[in-house]
């Protein structure tokens, strides 16, 4: 069976991270370059053994984190390593399809049909085919000079992402079951990284714009869930002057209802990914699917160097729900450290300590928390299962700084050498080579 390893064309996004703008682009991708010049792309990657893709499908749900991947991260489980790079390469194709000529008429558009927008990408022979491209929408109100602005600087709804689902056969026989992936690219326009500044915590209420019956309409306000303001924004706006756009929220849930509906009664599973704000976006789609369909199917987000979404109360929500959440870390990737404060783990740490000086840490850390609680718009929560990474650990990269932290590219490259803890980087890792 051919996999989508077998044409894997790895292509270096442009514009990846939360700190940037459109204007940038070209000097971050020169940066990228100047300090990884003994890198190159490789045009294709051997495919898994038939030995190691047999076993995906027999055990799916583990690999789709049913058990929350216990005993698959560290060491790094071979057909896992498979599976997050495949799902990588579809956000490398919403990165890819994605028009970032400020200069075109179609700037911040999907360059590509859906008929053929994996392949123009270069993932041939996937197995799956695109259903719906997705926009998202900026809730920020513009002063009024900007009409004045050069389009591209006022792009309040662009192009986000994309649907697909698994329609071959032979794919679906070896995933067992029907896949529907949903991708996110990072941020790009200048709207979305202001949205991102908007670190604020804010309390998730349903929206039932779309006419699905919501589980439990009340329990979100009551549990005091709260996400990062910006985020929030991005999937739940629409553009004001057009009806005809609707909001992430709503594209999203129509379409994975009409989905639903066409493959009834068949096994199937979502996997939403994405990178950087795609990554934020993944998330708060996961918790809006659950809390919108009376009978989801088994939800996943695998996300890449993605930034903190919400507090303890949206982490302990998603897990009632079921969703399962990988994070993939890169350890110098200063992304994944913000925004806000993160006191999760005081308690553990506590017993930890000896010592009087141990115990004056713990009442510190305690007092702090005590302090920042009284903020609760500041609080967050690591929310998932995590797989950190580290990009000092391969020997094919030098020079640390927050471009290539956060690439994509440097993220799968990541989790292709990957070990595990004890062993941080194979030899025979092929997606960087030497020239």
């Not at 604020?200 to 919501?214: A, K």
């Not at 695998?302 to 949206?314: D, L, Y």
Request: with cysteine; net charge positive.
């Amino acid at each position: 069976m051919r996999t989508l390893h077998h044409a894997a064309t790895f292509i270096r996004p442009r514009c990846t991270t939360l700190l940037q703008s459109t204007k940038p682009v070209q000097k971050m991708e020169k940066m990228i370059n100047t300090n990884m010049p003994q890198l190159r792309s490789s045009s294709s990657m051997s495919p898994p053994s038939s030995s190691l893709t047999n076993k995906v499908g027999k055990k799916w749900k583990e690999y789709q984190g049913m058990n929350n991947w216990n005993g698959l991260l560290d060491p790094l489980d071979e057909n896992l390593r498979a599976e997050i790079l495949r799902y990588g390469q579809f956000v490398e194709a919403a990165y890819k399809s994605f028009e970032f000529d400020p200069s075109s008429p179609n700037y911040a558009a999907c360059k590509f049909p859906k008929s053929t927008h994996l392949e123009r990408c270069g993932l041939h022979n996937t197995g799956y085919k695109v259903t719906k491209h997705l926009r998202a929408t900026s809730g920020i109100k513009l002063p009024s000079w900007v009409d004045k602005a050069p389009s591209w600087v006022a792009a309040q709804s662009s192009y986000i992402g994309y649907v697909a689902v698994c329609h071959n056969q032979e794919e679906i026989k070896r995933l067992g079951r029907r896949d529907i992936v949903i991708a996110f690219r990072g941020t790009t326009t200048c709207l979305e990284w202001l949205e991102n500044l908007r670190a604020t915590l804010t309390n998730v209420i349903p929206s039932n714009s779309t006419g699905i019956r919501e589980a439990e309409p009340c329990s979100i306000e009551e549990n005091g869930a709260m996400v990062e303001s910006g985020f929030l924004s991005l999937y739940t706006s629409k553009v004001s002057n057009n009806p005809s756009f609707m909001s992430l929220q709503d594209m999203v849930r129509t379409e994975i209802a009409r989905l639903l509906k066409t493959y009834e009664g068949e096994n199937l599973s979502l996997t939403i990914t994405g990178h950087s704000l795609g990554a934020a976006l993944a998330t708060l789609t996961a918790y809006d699917i659950k809390n919108s369909f009376p009978r989801p199917p088994h939800v996943t987000v695998i996300s890449f160097g993605g930034p903190r979404v919400g507090n303890r109360s949206f982490r302990r929500r998603l897990e009632e729900q079921g969703s399962k959440v990988l994070r993939i870390v890169n350890s110098d990737d200063v992304i994944t450290k913000i925004p806000g404060f993160v006191f999760d783990d005081v308690e553990k740490k506590d017993g930890d300590v000896g010592g009087m000086r141990g115990s004056h840490v713990a009442s510190f850390q305690k007092w702090m928390r005590n302090r920042v609680e009284e903020v609760q718009w500041l609080l967050y929560s690591e929310i998932g299962e995590e797989l950190r990474l580290c990009s000092r650990d391969s020997p094919y990269l030098r020079g640390i700084n927050i471009a290539t932290c956060h690439d994509l590219n440097i993220y799968l490259h990541l989790v292709d050498g990957f070990v595990s803890s004890t062993c941080p980087f194979r030899a025979t890792a092929k997606r960087f080579l030497h020239h």
